[in-house]
């Protein structure tokens, strides 16, 4: 359902841009749907590192503020997080996170997108 792209292998300084696009899922539904980048370091819990709301601002966690962006496409049913700046300690794996505002629908998670910053 959730089809991924980008990520790889990028210099210090560098930048890339993930993506996740709900394939599957109805343009209108898609509206409904807040979206959130997730990371998660080995033999480390997942955190949350950039919210788009279905409504509402964008929000960042201080280790990612300032380089990098969330945006979403709705009409694409798609979500982005341009990653600027990158540092090693940037190196994990990313997941992006589906969430609708009601409980009765399902939340998707992608399957995890591998950047590896490093000289």
């Known amino acids: 359902q959730i089809v991924e792209s980008g990520g790889g292998l990028v210099q210090p300084g560098g930048s890339l841009r993930l993506s996740c696009r709900a394939a599957r899922m109805i343009t209108s539904t898609f509206w409904c749907y807040s979206t959130d980048w997730y990371r998660q370091a080995p033999g480390k819990e997942r955190e949350v590192i950039a919210r788009?709301?279905?409504?509402?601002?964008?929000d960042y966690a201080d280790s990612v503020r300032g380089r990098f962006t969330i945006s979403r496409d709705n009409s694409k049913k798609t979500v982005f997080l341009q990653m600027n700046s990158l540092k090693s300690e940037d190196t994990v794996v990313y997941y992006c996170h589906f969430k609708h505002s009601s409980t009765q629908f399902p939340e998707y998670w992608g399957q995890g997108i591998q950047v590896t910053v490093s000289s």
């Open positions: 788009a709301p279905n409504s509402g601002s964008t």
